[in-house]
């Protein structure tokens, strides 16, 4: 192998995703070093950043959501810490709380099938009325015909948190290479490191895929070590809560309009953010007119009032989404490699404990319980 720098673990991807993995490892001892050319960026960019494990539950995601409830409940430790080690950035999490709503007769009987299978599950939600859910935030449009009160789940900045990682990383001693990883070195069957876009050589012990949606794409990764994490496109948008009509929201807010999951989510500087569309549309982040108006015109039947909110901002991003849409945490069947990816639509909450797990497998070459479900090698085994 070529002579370059040298790592206990290289992390390709510098998302919020690698940038945690690298931080928690720098803090256990290890040198690290992160190859990505805009470190910060990727799905965090325009991710809207509820942390809610409880009304993002869908049927059949029992073990994802017990990864999601451990996460939450580390994030307010987690944003403290991080605020401390970034020298006082202000990660923008916040204790809010969720209003999950009803239209119509028909969502109203969805959401009470959701309550009771909160219940059967022992998870802290409380059923409304359409009044009660008026009472909490009555800018709520008057049609509301129930919904629930989920205070556990809160919110974080995904912007604030990704600039957090990177002053964390530089300040813990993480090397953050601005090149792209263009190809996985391997030497007897065993990952060794990387050759970085600007013709640099990086080797490591150990090297983490966190590249998103595009991981499975790494040129000289093996056949069949990674399954293909297809890019879920979602657009967002961004207005502006003059300070005279604050607070607008007091908590999130959700809903299903037309069979389309929308949610919105106020920042206590007055940005209220509205998404997302769920799009399969490969790597394609362009805004449309119509996911625009669509997330208009839904947005406005919950929250009628904020059609006349300045639109600050509209922004397209890629969610990566494995098979199954959990994420794959761990090593992977190809020695040497970790993969931290296909988190699809959590990755803001599963920040914390991805950081965490990952860490701990790396410093100990154990794979902590919690991540066991989570394997990457779920889709490569064969049946006995």
């Known amino acids: 192998m070529a002579k370059g720098a040298r790592a206990d673990v290289l992390v390709i991807g510098g998302g919020l995703i690698g940038l945690v993995v690298a931080w928690r490892a720098a803090q256990r001892g290890l040198r690290v070093v992160v190859a990505d ?3 910060g960026g990727g799905a965090a960019r325009v991710a809207a950043g509820m942390l809610a494990p409880v009304t993002e539950l869908q049927y059949g ?3 994802l959501l017990r990864l999601g409830m451990a996460s939450n409940e580390r994030y307010a430790a987690f944003a403290a ?29 969805e959401l009470r099938e959701l309550h009771a299978f909160h219940q059967r599950l022992g998870l802290d939600s409380q059923w409304l009325t359409g ?6 935030e009555p800018m ?18 995904g912007r604030r948190l990704a600039a957090a990682l990177v002053l964390a990383c530089e300040r813990a001693g993480v090397l953050l290479h601005r090149a792209e990883a263009s190809a996985l070195l391997v030497e007897h069957d065993r990952a060794v490191g990387a050759r970085l876009s600007t013709g640099e050589t990086v080797g490591a012990d150990q090297v983490v895929l966190a590249a998103g949606s595009r991981s499975h794409l790494l040129p000289g990764l093996p056949a069949g070590v990674l399954p293909a994490i297809r890019p879920v496109k979602g657009q967002i948008l961004r207005l502006t809560v003059p300070a005279a009509y604050r607070p607008f929201l007091s908590r999130n807010v959700r809903a299903v309009v037309r069979g389309q999951h929308i949610y919105l989510v106020p ?10 569309t769920s799009e399969e549309q490969g790597y394609d982040t362009t805004v449309t007119a119509g996911g625009v108006y669509e997330l208009l015109r839904d947005a406005h039947e919950l929250v009628p009032g904020l059609t006349e909110l300045p639109l600050t901002e509209t922004a397209a991003g890629l969610r990566p989404g494995s098979p199954d849409n959990a994420p794959l945490l761990g ?29 701990d497998y790396l410093a100990t070459g154990v794979t902590p319980d919690l991540a066991e479900p989570f394997s990457p090698t779920r889709f490569t085994k064969v049946p006995a």
Do not use: F, K, M, W
Request: a negative charge.
């Open 37 to 39: 050319p805009a470190h």
């Open 61 to 63: 995601e029992e073990p």
């Open 81 to 109: 810490e991080l605020t401390e080690a970034s020298g006082g950035h202000d990660t923008g999490y916040r204790q809010c709380g969720t209003v999950a709503v009803a239209l119509d007769s028909d969502d109203r009987a």
């Open 131 to 136: 009044r009660e859910a008026r009472r909490l």
């Open 140 to 157: 709520l449009a008057p049609g509301v015909r129930g919904g629930l009160h989920v205070t556990d789940d809160h919110q974080v900045d």
């Open 267 to 276: 920042r206590e500087n007055g940005e209220l953010v509205i998404g997302a």
């Open 331 to 359: 090593p992977t069947a190809l020695p040497g490699l970790v993969a931290a990816t296909g988190h699809y639509r959590n990755g803001v909450l599963l920040t914390p404990v991805t950081g965490d797990l990952l860490a």
